[in-house]
């Protein structure tokens, strides 16, 4: 009798070890969840996100691309800090808003949005009152190999803001910033945040309006010009450099700076 009991005892533990790996594998499948819902994949989460919805990474994570219909926030869960890589296509933006928070963002090689149609000659494509904001982000966008491509094109009435966060904008053939010159502009935020152009056709292309606020700015190595057309509401306690441009380097119709430095020279 004491030697069954042993022996049961033996079983209910070796099956208690059993279902914990079983958990423990499946937990070390998903990479991404919303509220208590898991998926295996990032795409699958954007996917059966609903509008306004945030999605938490618990792990480094691909997509193939992002075509957003609905406002969106993707995160890293807890005090993590994940990275997000665009595999095939970049972000197709449709009068919507676009977060990504405390995520590092990797997009090499990319030479359209998902909407192959019409927004295939730019990496990230915003329609009509869409916005994307980076929140403590460090993201990098290498058009290196691209072809005639734009990285980040806006059609009208667009926001690009950048809090705590780098963005870095390199090797593309047209404009690291560009508008379509249509019935509206973008406008650029920059606080407490470093951006990089470099090695592009042109850094600020079109006429909007850009703050620049206890940040630090280079738009260098272009082979046109370093911005073409725009509004410097406020360049404050911010290093501001057009330097090393083939064109001209500072183009613009409004110009404040407050305790500041900025340099423009070929």
């Known amino acids: 009798m004491k030697k ?43 996917v059966a996100a609903q509008d306004g919805e945030t ?6 994570a691909t997509t193939e691309g992002l075509n957003l219909n609905k406002n969106l926030t993707i995160t890293s869960e807890s005090d993590s800090h994940y990275t997000i890589t665009f595999t095939k296509y970049g972000i197709a933006l449709w009068g919507k808003n676009l977060t990504f928070k405390d995520v590092d963002v990797v997009m090499t090689g990319i030479n359209s949005t998902p909407y192959t149609a019409e927004w295939n ?38 926001i690009l803001n950048l809090t705590n966060s780098v963005l870095t904008i390199k090797n593309y053939t047209q404009d690291a910033l560009e508008w379509d010159g249509g019935n509206g502009g973008y406008n650029v935020n920059i606080i407490n945040s470093i951006f990089v152009s470099d090695h592009n056709r042109s850094g600020f292309t079109g006429t909007f309006t850009a703050t620049i606020d206890n940040s630090k700015v280079d738009v260098i ?19 501001v450099n057009f330097n090393n441009n083939v064109a001209h380097g500072l183009s613009t119709s409004n110009l404040i700076i407050d305790n500041s430095y900025v340099e423009a020279k070929y």
């Open 4 to 46: 069954n009991k042993l022996f049961m005892y033996a079983l209910i533990f070796l099956a208690g070890i059993f279902t914990l790996n079983i958990n423990a594998k499946a937990d070390e499948e998903y990479v991404a969840k919303i509220e208590d819902t898991m998926y295996v994949t990032l795409d699958e989460a954007v």
């Open 55 to 60: 999605i938490e990474l618990l792990k480094d």
């Open 121 to 158: 000659w730019m990496t990230i494509c915003a329609s009509k009152d869409a916005s994307l904001t980076l929140e403590n982000v460090n993201m990098t966008m290498d058009g290196e190999g691209t072809g005639n491509i734009h990285a980040i094109y806006f059609c009208s009435n667009n």
């Open 221 to 239: 190595n272009s082979t046109g010009n370093g911005s073409n057309g725009s509004n410097f509401r406020i360049i404050n306690n911010s290093v």
